[in-house]
């Protein structure tokens, strides 16, 4: 018999370091199924996409803390400000800009993440290393008071290569290291977003703070 919600949901559970943060990711499950995991105890949800977001919010209980852990485009920041906890996919000034303007017409503050780009896939998404250095040290986040930057998220590669796939996590982990002290606001600095159902364990031995994981949870998509 294939396990139940709750079965996965305490096998996924078992795998938690202490002090790990597990967002739920539940792009393209139903109001229902999150409703069920909701009634289980779980809180943090991750989204990818705007619309469903602004479609599943209003439906659900207030005290989800919904994570936008998808790419942003600027046109849909005013969507996705008003209802999210952590932004994870931030990867240009112009995107962090909008955030803040949008955030300050929301009249609130809204805590991000920088995604850094580790893995050997190309992809538009993500800063280098190099990148992610310059972003720290010399974004005017000081004009942006009503952003937080609170980290980095990161994605390895889609690979069975789990020496691949834990070297990029500790090279996340270590670039996580060596910003902290650099990043503004002082003392925000604390998460690091990387791990899914694949790779959790991995990315929790290398020092992750917050998994995100679907699969492992809803079945497969
Ligand atoms: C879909 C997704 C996940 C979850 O992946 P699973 O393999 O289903 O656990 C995690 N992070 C991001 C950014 C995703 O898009």
């Known amino acids: 018999m294939a396990p139940s919600l709750a079965e996965r949901y305490q096998a996924v559970q078992a795998g938690l370091r202490p002090g790990v943060t597990l967002v739920a990711v539940s792009k393209t499950r139903t109001a229902d199924e999150i409703r069920a995991l909701y009634e289980l105890g779980q809180r943090d949800f991750g989204e990818n996409y705007p619309q ?9 209980p207030d ?8 790419h942003l485009q600027r046109s849909n920041v005013k969507h996705v400000v008003p209802v999210v906890h952590l932004i994870h996919g931030v990867d240009s000034l112009r995107l962090a800009e909008e955030i803040d303007k949008r955030a300050a017409a929301a009249g609130r503050a809204v805590d ?6 580790i893995a050997r896939e190309e ?4 800063l280098s290393p190099d990148e992610l ?8 986040w000081s004009a942006w008071p009503h952003l937080r930057l609170c980290g980095l998220m990161g994605m390895a590669s889609n690979t069975d290569d789990r020496d691949q796939v834990r070297r990029e996590f500790e090279g996340l982990k270590q670039l996580f290291d060596d910003m902290g002290a650099d990043a503004r606001p002082a003392g925000a600095f604390n998460t690091l977003s990387m791990g899914m159902s694949g ?16 699969t492992a949870l809803f079945g497969p998509r």
């Open 112 to 117: 991000i993440l920088l995604q850094v780009h």
């Open 133 to 140: 250095r310059d972003a720290v040290r010399s974004w005017p």
């Open 123 to 126: 992809t538009k998404h993500g």
């Open 63 to 70: 005290d989800i803390r919904w994570h936008f852990i998808g």
């Open 52 to 60: 469903e977001l602004r479609e599943k919010a209003p439906q659900l």
């Open 199 to 214: 790779d959790a364990d991995l990315a929790q031995a290398a020092g992750s703070t917050l998994v995100r994981i679907g």
